[in-house]
């Protein structure tokens, strides 16, 4: 019994240091935080006094004007893509729009509000073009009577699909008598000449390779200049018969949209036959074959 009371004492006595031990190293340790916290609270108290209603009043201004200012940064976060598209497409589209989950051939709106796809094989991509000497038509033409709508001077043209504006002819001039025989006379051969007989045009990149082209426009709308972010069925500009013989030999007697999907150095249905290209171009559109 004597070795184990000794044993028992021992351990007592041992626990009971280890007991003052953690006792002195926790007074050591929150030895400078209550006496801190304490004269904290002494600066905060006695300010607060006076001061408290004013500070609380503002710290709620303070929360009202991050409130209101959290919309403006995402306003300004978004105006650019729409003011300054050459900025930012680099790099939030990649990340939006994955090559893999879109055809970028797929997802075009009319560019006529209300129009259909003509169904009379000259008005389709691949179509011959006598008058240009074998020349071929390389997009779809709008003309009332087959585009399902009323076609003139008022009818508005509309961005097929969301893109950058990156050619609108704001400063075209007429082609005039002088300017056909110079096209007669070159035998209407060039890319250069093919470009005049579009007339006043606008051209929006849609990414990818794929290009729409408004041709024989009457008017470029206000806002669409180069470089202008635009979204599918903004207003680009106006119907008319720029670029041809018409608009000075015949005013108003072959007015019609000419538009055009170009797809990387070609463009849509090249090399096929015209009612081929023509599907491609309801496909295009979301259409089926009637
Ligand atoms: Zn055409």
Redesign the pocket.
Known sequence: MVGPTWLYAVAAALIFVAAIVVAVVQAGGSEDSPAAAAGAGAQQSEPAADGAPDQQAAVQQAGAQTAAQQPAPQQQASTPSTAEPDETPADPQPAAEPEEETDPLLGFTMPLAGACVSGQAG?WPGAARAYRNDGI?E???FYSGTACIVVDLSTPVLAAKAGTVIRADRDYVDVTPDDWARFEAAGFAGEEILDELRGRQVWIDHGRGIITRY?HLSAIAAPIFAGVRVEAGAVVGFVGESGQRESYAAPGSDL?L?FEIRVGAGWLGEGLEPVAGRALYLAAFGLSEE
Do not use: T
């Open positions: 008005h038509h997009g779809l033409d041709a019609h000419h």
